[in-house]
């Protein structure tokens, strides 16, 4: 089994930055993409950003050139760093982790989402 955990969520005034993190453990053979989607009331679960393992990202084109992600290797962690936030990034942000499992000589692989974390930027 894998877990994911995140940090990082907060209440923050607008133009305000918040650093989001998200680390894998368990039995994890190998990490593939890793992302960030969120979800505001009322809305569909959205793709905010992803990164490859091997470093190539992209972005929705509401957070482009606010919003950078990256990823730790060594620590099975991806962060999402939010600059200049907006009242519209309101919504609960969820990591989602393409992860290779070993178990009983045989190979798994399947995407885990973590547990949510709040963020709400409000004056």
């Known amino acids: 089994q894998v877990q994911l955990v995140e940090s990082g969520g907060d209440l923050v005034q607008p133009g305000g930055s918040l650093r989001l993190s998200c680390a894998a453990s368990g039995s994890i053979f190998s990490i593939y993409a890793m992302g960030w989607y969120r979800q505001a009331p009322g809305e569909q679960r959205e793709l905010v950003a992803r990164i490859t393992s091997g470093g190539s990202d992209n972005y929705a084109d509401t957070v482009k050139g606010r919003f950078t992600i990256s990823r730790d290797n060594t620590k099975n962690t991806v962060y999402l760093q939010m600059n200049r936030l907006e009242p519209e990034d309101t919504a609960v942000y969820y990591c989602?982790?393409?992860?290779?499992?070993?178990?009983?000589?045989?190979?798994?692989?399947?995407?885990?989402w973590g547990q949510g974390t709040q963020v709400t930027v409000s004056s």
């Open positions: 989602n982790v393409d992860v290779q499992t070993y178990y009983n000589g045989a190979y798994f692989r399947r995407a885990y």
